[in-house]
């Protein structure tokens, strides 16, 4: 099992930048693919990023495509989203994920995610 916790969120204007961290502990950090998931209120969870456990491979969703940079660093166990011009839209709780399914270079489905942090809340001001 292996415990996350993210960092990092807060309130910014439209244009702007964050930059969240998800520090990992418990499971070997640099043995999994790690994913960034997004829920805004009323909302379902949505995938946001993922990466491979080398941090080789990444993947977007389109929302963010562009914009948003998902990276890690397996000799500091941690996990960084890079938000650029964000959107009012982009506003929700965003939560860092460990999978273990390892068979998926980048998962972009919940439920290949087994670990699960706290969440961070992201607001963008119009």
């Known amino acids: 099992q292996v415990q996350l916790v993210e960092s990092g969120g807060g309130l910014v204007q439209a244009g702007g930048s964050l930059r969240l961290s998800c520090a990992a502990s418990g499971r070997a950090f640099s043995t999994y693919p790690m994913g960034w998931f997004r829920q805004a209120p009323g909302k379902e969870r949505d995938f946001v990023a993922a990466?491979?456990?080398?941090?080789?491979?990444?993947s977007y969703a389109d929302s963010v495509k562009g914009r948003f940079t998902i990276s890690r660093d397996n000799a500091k166990n941690t996990m960084y989203l890079q938000m650029n011009s964000l959107r009012p839209e982009d506003t929700a709780v965003y939560f860092c994920a460990a999978s273990n399914v390892l068979s998926i270079t980048t998962p972009r489905q919940i439920y290949h995610y087994r670990d699960w942090g706290q969440g961070t809340q992201v607001t963008v001001s119009s």
């Open positions: 990466i491979s456990w080398s941090g080789g491979s990444t």
